[in-house]
Nanobody, 121 residues
Framework: QVQLVESGGGLVQAGGSLRLSCVAS????????TGWFRQAPGKDREFVAS???????YSADSVEGRFTISRDNAKMMVYLQMNSLKPEDTAVYYC???????????????WGQGTQVTVSS
């Protein structure tokens, strides 16, 4: 059974930083593209960042230069380092794993339950 479990969310002031972690089990992480998505209250889920099997990276324009995605296949971990946080970054953040690299949520087969990030002004 595949599981993705996020952690590291919380409450932070604007301008601060958080590091989200996602641990995978039940699959070989090295065989999958992994990504982060987020969903704010009343809004659709949106793409944040993705990292491919060969470590290519792609980020949404809204987080480019502030957020960095990384992965450690040996530890079965995916990370999202978030710096210079803004109130509009407030959302539930989801880790995902899939077969194709990119921003389309349909590319991702497996999803975590999410972790809440709240940025106060």
């Amino acid at each position: 059974q595949v599981q993705l479990v996020e952690s590291g969310g919380g409450l932070v002031q604007a301008g601060g930083s958080l590091r989200l972690s996602c641990v995978a089990s039940g699959l070989f992480l090295k065989d999958y593209t992994t990504g982060w998505f987020r969903q704010a209250p009343g809004k659709d889920r949106e793409f944040v960042a993705s990292i491919s099997r060969d470590y290519s990276k792609y980020s949404a324009d809204s987080v480019e230069g502030r957020f960095t995605i990384s992965r450690d296949n040996a530890k079965m971990m995916v990370y999202l380092q978030m710096n210079s946080l803004k109130p509009e970054d407030t959302a539930v953040y989801y880790c995902a794993a899939g077969d194709r690299f990119g921003a389309d949520a349909s590319f991702y087969r497996y999803w975590g339950q999410g972790t809440q990030v709240t940025v106060s002004s």
